[in-house]
């Protein structure tokens, strides 16, 4: 686990904010998520290169759309404060446990983080990752790349056995 130093504050920061502002879009939470998750920025930021936070949340959010195309699809938003917790969090795991943003989202939806924002919000986030873990039935062992590795080649040897 990599400690969360000034880098990652920001980069969870420029997240968080970036989140915060697709609020502003016409698209719904949901198309905005989807797209983001699969932009060449995401791809950049999961680098968790400190100097992408220079780039303004403005810029984020037009290279996302200039990816994808302006959408109006969907209409379902989220606060902005949750908007902005949900991407702080997101950052905040990916970078302290060197994960994808994709493999933190699909531990824990969106939908799930909205739901669960005004009791998380305010705690600290070592906390709030812990409890989100318990509450899927996870634990930090799914952050493991060996572990999930040795399980994977446990399971063919196992299918490939007579």
Not at 77 to 83: G, I
Not at 95 to 119: G, W
Not at 126 to 152: A, P
């Given at each position: 686990?990599r400690?969360?130093?000034h880098?990652?504050?920001?980069l969870?920061e420029y ?10 879009l016409?698209c ?18 999961d ?5 992408l936070?220079?780039l303004?949340?403005a810029?984020g ?11 109006d ?9 949750a908007?902005?917790?949900i ?7 990916s970078?302290t446990?060197?994960?994808?943003t994709n ?17 998380y919000?305010?705690q ?10 318990e ?8 952050f493991?790349?060996n ?7 446990r399971?063919?040897?196992?299918l490939q056995?007579?």
């Amino acid at each position: 686990m990599r400690d969360f130093d000034h880098n990652g504050l920001l980069l969870a920061e420029y997240q968080g904010k970036l989140f915060e502002k697709s609020a502003e879009l016409d698209c719904s939470t949901g198309i905005f998520i989807r797209r983001y998750l699969h932009s060449d920025l995401l791809e950049e930021q999961d680098k968790n290169n400190p100097a992408l936070a220079s780039l303004s949340v403005a810029e984020g959010i037009d290279s996302i759309t200039r990816q994808f195309g302006p959408t109006d699809y969907g209409k379902i938003k989220f606060s902005r404060e949750a908007l902005f917790w949900i991407g702080y969090m997101y950052r905040y795991i990916s970078y302290t446990r060197d994960e994808s943003t994709n493999f933190v989202a699909k531990l824990f939806s969106y939908k799930q983080m909205n739901d669960l924002y005004f009791s998380y919000h305010t705690q600290d986030p070592e906390w709030c990752v812990r409890s989100l873990l318990e509450l899927n039935g996870l634990t930090e062992d799914v952050f493991d790349k060996n572990l999930r590795l040795k399980e994977i080649m446990r399971k063919r040897n196992y299918l490939q056995s007579p």
